[in-house]
């Protein structure tokens, strides 16, 4: 916008014959700005004609005239002729209409003597400054942002906006509204009526208001031409100012003009096959009631499925208006979007439907709900009312609420009957699911992960499941040992899913962010946790990031995040029905537990995920992490008879699974560094197995507890080494069968064997004065106050810690507390 200060540009030569075109909507300032050049030129003692000069006029007079548009054409075919004068001062003012062929000479004609002035909306500056001059201060940055929403910038609205600026955002919005309604009173009733029509979409164009008016093309394109010069209806404009432009028509316009008008242009756009969706919802949204306009918003909505945010908003005005089998489509849309409160209510109120489709659709969507807020039972009871259903989609969410219970036989059962439906890949990719899952019961991990990878290669339906494709091929990637596809699976879900996903968001980004914690790289897993934790979330996700938490405080050795979020978790774990696919972080919690010694408080669940296995048929690929957590619970509780039950299931899971007999030999391995029989070559095989099934951080934990068992500096020094290799650099592939075998490890040691399992100070290469310093640097306490208790200086205390650090081998502060825990207070877990 050019805004010269045009009074000084008149005021230093106002004597001077001179052209100038001022071109601005309805209240830029046009009228403000001539008023100025009036003022100046009169000063200089010129005469001034606010009109076409007459015969009687002097022949020198300045010519300013406002509002040229509003002239009829021969008085601005004269005005064209006095530009082509030198010895005129010719001073335009107009609306820049583009159709009028009077005013577009007229416009040329000034614009070949200078650049026209064009006046348009206000920059955030310029109404900083109103509000200054007006307020004396300057106001908040979210308030100017309301005012040009407001306002969108137009000059008249923004000096309107300023004087409500006390009131607070009431006050703009009124003081807004009723400049503008002011303004639009002075309209012609045609051009009213374009606004209102026009103001609905910056799509409509002459041929569209000529058949809502039912007006010929000439007179509607000079309607519209009006109403774009106005300045009123622009691309740059916002909705929430288009929106407040419409409701001020309206207004003026009266209610049944403003129905009549809408539905006229309701029925021309769909006579047309123009009806867009913004327009449509726009309709809807402001109370029009019309069949054609449900059929054409539940078609809209279909088409947009995939954008689960909009498709509700569609479906909703759909359903409004009676549209039929909206209901369902709008609980599903609503469910992706995580809003399952919602869903959840119109998924029950339509289990009583008559129609059996609706009816399975209801049970979907509230199996999948209740399956989200942690009750598998509840997903699970309404499968079984529901019975077998033809239907691939239903029949696959049906077997995952069934296996989550342990329901083997209702899932097989769900899976028996003939789909009715045609061989859709959405339909293929749901029976592989089903089947790969129920093999994971039935069959071995390869044959399984090979049927499941199958529902991820298609296009995933826009409704809402009990669980997604990626998320439970990751879970079972992980329960068997293959981290590479549980990254590459979620890696892939975590970028395709949309913000408004908010049904699988979280969990894509908490399952990611698993994989990385169990590949020590905390940081990484850190900020998956805050991505999914931006909403409140629903008890499934809760529960997940909660322990995830829990995992990433104790492997960085923070004892009080520890027992912070393992509380969080277990507050939720008492209203959670445990479940097959929540495992995982019940067996960390179960760690965790053991290491502040609450292993009591979390039995109940234990004992309702091993009842859940046993009802399976104990399936190892399920039992194995659960087992691994069972270990390392039973060593950080002293309590070797409880390790050795979770080491012989590894041990017989391991004759016909890799991930069981990396874990079986890593278990008796650690349980032999524990009571001071550290093999190096042994520790260093089943470390480098753990890192091939993704369990990095077990892995480097082995090697360190090791280094810090032996009295041998040599041996001491390879571990961690060792360790140091294994969490910085990519360790090669090992072949798992070259490890120590199965027959070789047929059971973890006797528990006689791990009874003084815990390390003693004498292992632990600490002087004796280091020994305090490290016992008082656990306890969190400060360099000054370690110094005060020791009677030593802060600097000394620093000494120590660096010695301690360097001895050990640390190269962090939160590895070197992991690694003072393990002399000092427990074996990490």
């Known amino acids: 916008m050019i805004t010269p200060d045009a009074a000084t540009a008149w005021s230093t030569a106002p004597a001077e014959p001179a052209k100038m075109l001022v071109s601005g909507g309805v209240g830029t300032g046009k009228t403000a700005l001539l008023v100025e050049v009036r003022t100046a030129l009169r000063a200089a003692g010129r005469t001034v004609l606010a009109r076409p000069p007459r015969s009687e006029d002097p022949p020198d007079a300045a010519v300013v005239v406002d509002d040229a548009h509003l002239l009829p054409a021969p008085d601005v075919d004269r005005l064209t002729e006095l530009v082509a004068d030198p010895a005129r001062t010719v001073v335009i003012a107009a609306e820049p209409r583009l159709h009028d062929p009077s005013l577009t000479s007229l416009r040329a004609a000034l614009a070949r003597e200078a650049p026209p002035i064009t006046l348009g909306p206000l920059t ?11 307020l004396g201060a300057a106001p908040p940055a979210e308030t100017l942002h309301a005012v040009l929403v407001a306002t969108a910038g137009l000059p008249f609205l923004v000096d309107a906006a300023v004087s409500g600026l006390a009131s607070g955002p009431d006050g703009i919005e009124a003081a807004t509204r009723v400049a503008l309604v002011e303004r639009l009173r002075r309209v012609e009733e045609p051009v009213l009526d374009t606004l209102l029509v026009t103001s609905l979409s910056q799509d409509l164009g002459p041929d569209d208001v000529a058949a809502a008016l039912d007006v010929d093309h000439g007179e509607a394109q000079r309607l519209v031409d009006v109403a774009r010069a106005s300045g009123l209806i622009a691309p740059g404009h916002s909705a929430t100012f288009a929106a407040a432009l419409h409701r001020g028509v309206a207004q003026l316009a009266g209610a049944a003009r403003h129905h009549r008008l809408e539905t006229a242009l309701l029925h021309t756009q769909w006579d047309r096959s123009t009806l867009s969706m913004d327009l449509a919802l726009q309709l809807a949204e402001h109370g029009l009631r019309d069949a054609r306009l449900a059929d054409a918003l539940a078609d809209l909505a279909a088409r947009h499925r995939t954008r689960p945010a909009l498709a509700a908003r569609l479906y909703r005005a759909a359903g409004e208006m009676g549209a039929d089998g909206a209901g369902s489509s709008l609980a599903d849309a609503l469910a992706l979007t995580g809003d399952c409160a919602t869903a959840g209510r119109l998924a029950d109120q339509l289990l009583g439907s008559e129609l059996a489709a609706e009816r399975a659709a209801a049970v979907r969507i509230a199996a999948s709900v209740a399956m989200h807020d942690g009750s598998a039972v509840q997903a699970a009871e309404l499968f079984r009312w529901l019975g077998a259903y033809p239907d691939a989609v239903v029949g696959a969410a049906a077997v995952v609420a069934a296996l989550g219970v342990g329901d083997a036989p209702t899932a097989r059962a769900a899976l028996a009957v003939d789909a009715s439906g045609p061989p859709t890949s959405s339909a ?117 990031a909660a322990a995830l938490q829990t995992a990433i405080a104790r492997r960085a050795g923070d004892s009080g995040a520890v027992h912070k979020h393992w509380h969080a978790a277990m507050e939720v774990l008492t209203e959670y029905s445990v479940d097959l696919y929540a495992l995982l972080p019940l067996g960390e919690l179960w760690v965790a537990a053991a290491r502040l010694g609450q292993v009591d408080l979390v039995r109940p669940a234990l004992d309702e995920a ?136 047929t059971s973890f040691p006797a528990p006689a064997a791990t009874a003084q399992a815990r390390p003693s100070a004498s292992t632990a290469r600490l002087s004796d004065r280091e020994r305090e310093v490290a016992e008082l640097l656990l306890q969190g306490l400060p360099y000054r106050d370690i110094g005060s208790q020791l009677f030593i200086s802060a600097k000394t205390v620093e000494h120590h810690v660096a010695r301690i650090r360097r001895r050990l081998g640390a190269e962090s502060r939160s590895e070197l507390i992991s690694m003072l825990r393990a002399i000092l207070e427990t074996p990490p877990g």
């Open 124 to 134: 955030a500056a310029d109404v900083h400054r109103r509000a200054l001059d007006a």
């Open 428 to 544: 293929r990719a749901a029976r592989g699911l089903a089947d790969g899952l129920l093999m994971t019961v039935d069959g071995t991990y390869p044959a399984a992960v090979a049927r499941l990878a199958q529902s991820t290669s298609a296009q995933a339906a826009a409704i809402v499941t009990p669980d997604s494709a990626p998320a439970l091929v990751a879970l079972v990637a992980l329960h068997g040992g293959d981290s590479v596809r549980a990254r590459s699976v979620l890696g892939r879900a975590v970028h395709d899913t949309g913000p408004d996903l908010g049904f699988t968001a979280a969990r894509h980004a908490l399952l990611h962010g698993w994989v990385r914690m169990l590949d020590g790289q905390l940081t990484a897993a850190a900020a998956d946790v805050a991505a999914a934790s931006g909403a409140p979330l629903h008890r499934r996700d809760a529960l997940w």
């Open 610 to 745: 091993f009842n859940l296995l046993a009802a399976l048929g104990d399936p190892s690929l399920w039992a194995i992490p659960l087992h691994w957590a069972g270990v390392h619970a039973g060593i950080l509780s002293s309590a070797p008879s409880a390790v050795a039950p979770h080491g012989q299931a590894l041990t017989a899971a391991a004759a016909h699974s890799p991930f069981a007999r990396a874990l079986a030999n890593a278990g008796r391995t650690w349980l032999r560094v524990l009571a001071n029989h550290v093999d190096a070559d042994e520790v260093a095989a089943a470390a480098r197995a753990l890192v091939q099934f993704g369990l990095t951080w077990d892995a480097t934990r082995l090697a360190s507890q090791a280094a810090l068992q032996t009295p041998d500096g040599r041996t001491s020094g390879a571990m961690l080494q060792l360790a140091r290799d294994l969490k910085f650099a990519s360790a090669d592939p090992v072949d798992v069968s070259a490890t120590p075998s199965a027959t070789s490890a």
